[in-house]
């Protein structure tokens, strides 16, 4: 490809060969009607039937074509093939830049992986990017080809962010689960290790920090004067933006019942080493006379003073009363009994 420059072609369409030049991951015609085509050099992309180039932005061949082509605007270009971003929308003449991130939902004791994707969308074109798989585009590939996809740009932009959400919505589902999973150990008196809480605790504060400020992007976005955005499209988009905020809501009341959970774990704990405390304190005060007389006995008088005298013994007896008598006052006088 060398540096030859990526443009539309004398009629103001799109070529094929140069969206192939890019070697995406997956490239596809949208038909109109929930399905999709293999690019051809004999059709066209338009508002009813755009291109869809899904890439992979650690190509360096990739990364080659996004910066040489026109296709997208500059502004645009170093934004699809930034590793690390948070969730914006930007708007262009042509069209919207969007960053989204995502989980990708496996059902173990594991937090989620979180991914990242990008997308530049305009009225016939869909140019996304992306490093590590994401379910969410693998479920709208399975409904292209099932024939329940998109049908426009539009669409499009909603079935994606609905998958990314139904994502979303498992992970945190799955952590709900765990939630209660420890309260129900915690009913029946069962301990269990701060390492579990941890986990919990880390997925929720990754889900609350994605799910934030994505609830604004779809806001923002049905809110931008776009032609190919109907208002039945801005409604659906601010359906999802108010589920993201009602699962913001339930992720905050779920920190609230693992900070309960780990005061009743605290409180457990407290509770259990008194009980053992109490219970050696008994075995002490039982213990006691018995190692005061054993000890008594054993006393070896020949040591002490005026051990010559009869009344020897009897003093060693009442100078051990008078220490006990004087201990008794100097607890009362602390408090302390």
């Known amino acids: 490809m060398g540096l030859m420059m990526i443009n539309e072609n004398s009629n103001g369409s799109i070529l094929v060969s140069d969206l192939l ?13 929930g399905k999709a085509n293999s690019l051809n050099d004999k059709t066209e992309a ?10 992979d932005f650690a190509k360096s061949e990739t990364i080659n074509w996004i910066n040489q082509t026109n296709l997208i605007p500059d502004l645009v270009k170093n934004e699809l093939i930034k590793p690390n971003q948070f969730p914006k929308e930007i708007r262009c003449d042509t069209g919207i830049l969007v960053v989204l991130k995502g989980v990708n939902f496996t059902p173990n004791e594991l937090p989620d992986p979180i991914v990242t994707f990008r997308f530049y969308i305009t009225d016939n074109l869909i140019i996304s990017t992306r490093h590590q798989k994401i379910d969410a585009i693998i479920k709208l590939k399975e409904n292209l080809e099932k024939g329940i996809g998109p049908v426009d740009v539009a669409d499009w932009l ?3 962010s609905e998958l990314i959400c139904d994502q979303v919505n498992l992970s945190f589902d799955g952590v709900h ?3 209660i999973k420890l309260e129900d150990l915690l009913l029946n008196q069962r301990i269990f290790s701060h390492k579990e809480i941890g986990r919990v605790r880390k997925q929720l504060f990754v889900l609350r920090r994605l799910l934030s400020p994505q609830r604004d992007i779809f806001v923002k ?12 499209d801005r409604q659906r988009l601010h359906d999802i933006s108010n589920q993201q905020n009602h699962y913001v809501s339930e992720i905050d009341s779920c920190l609230i019942r693992i ?12 509770e259990s080493t008194n009980k053992r405390i109490y219970l050696m304190s008994l075995f002490t005060i039982i213990f006691t006379p018995i190692t005061f007389i054993t000890s008594l006995l054993g006393v070896n ?15 060693l007896i009442l100078l051990l009363i008078a220490i006990s008598i004087i201990s008794v006052i100097w607890l009362k006088l602390k408090k302390w009994w």
Request: with cysteine.
């Open 46 to 55: 338009s508002k009813t039937q755009p291109y869809w180039i899904h890439l």
């Open 158 to 160: 909603i079935q994606l």
């Open 301 to 315: 008088l020949t040591g002490i003073p005026f051990n010559e005298n009869k009344w020897s013994f009897v003093g």
């Open 259 to 270: 900070g309960s959970v780990m005061e009743q774990i605290n409180s457990i704990l407290a």
């Open 177 to 179: 689960n765990k939630i």
């Open 21 to 33: 030049a890019a070697q995406p991951v997956f490239s596809c015609q949208l038909d109109g009607k």
């Open 221 to 232: 976005i049905s809110t931008e004067r776009i032609s190919w955005i109907d208002d039945n």
